[in-house]
DNA sequence: TTGATTTTACTTATTAGTAAGTACATTTGC
DNA sequence: GCAAATGTACTTACTAATAAGTAAAATCAA
């Protein structure tokens, strides 16, 4: 595949997470890779099929971390600690997540690229709900209430205490990271 | 004050946790209204200004629901259960907060808009932390965070809920609002 | 009639998107 | 082995639409 290619898709990715999708522009992409705007296009004829192409490759991203996690027999609580690290590093760089961006101009976008949103967000939060419930049945996890419950309540706290961050403060992040695991670490260990 | 100018920080409110703020544009008041484009600049010369005004008038708001609250004798309990209300009626009318909207487009906003939001953040964060400290203090509330730590995690979870649920369903916000009540009411009650 | 409000009629900038052409490498027919 | 055709990766040069914003004139209300 075109390395130009893998260049937009990443340069997409990271303008969605720092200026928001409704806030770059194709301008944005071509002059910061030297390109015109129409090279741009060459590869994505329009924005919403770059925007559904960036979340297609993310969804794919995310299978791939979760079958190199199995293959490399991670424990539940290695599988929740990489998953929050994609987050940790998010907070470094300033950046917020896809789905905090995309959540707040969802009705802006066109059908196919909400669709692909709903698809991210829905395997997300189905692993996390999985990995939840598993770690508890072996005692590296516990909750009081549905595995999907806390799955979601993870997710919220990754998500807006990205957006918290920025707004504030980087360092808060860290505590909200904290008191994700004091929540769902046995008391006893 | 004018009720045009009233109408139009209301509409403007409301663009900007349906569309985003880089998602609606003055058109989009001027025809929901029936009015002029320039009638807006007229009252508003700027989209920044509007949008500074816009916080401007929520942090009023917000400061006006605590001083109501403190006059009609609210428990920490019910103070609380009042703040979640507002969520819980965003949730119904498919709405995400001004937080999470605004937070996303953080880096394209101008100086003014980002220090008001920074404003509005700081105020409703300390409120939750005081209110969360005080209602331990009387053991209606029980964590075992700083204060500070709860009420990033509680602001956390309401502002991704609306997102999350807008994106998958919404009545998983209902469940999101059910688990932050018992992470912090007592056991024993 | 004075001041507040609103429209008319613009400007300037930026947006997504397109049509046509160019440079160059690869393949195909003979 | 070589010209001709084809495909890839762009650029040049646009269009049409929409954006924020403005100046000046018209309307309205006290």
Known sequence: MSVTREKILELGEELIVTKGYNG???????TAMGIKNAAVHYYFPSKENLGTSILKTNIQRFEEMIENMKNRDFDEHQQLESFMKIYLKS?????ICLIGSLGTDINTLSDPMRNELQKMVDRIVNWLETTLESGRSKSLFSFQTTARDQALRILSSLVAGLQLARILNKSDFKNIHQSIWEEIIPKNS
Chains 1, 2 share one sequence.
Do not use: A, L, V
Request: glycine share 0%.
């Open 24 to 30: 770059f522009s194709y301008q944005d992409i071509s």
């Open 91 to 95: 907070n470094r760089d300033n950046k």
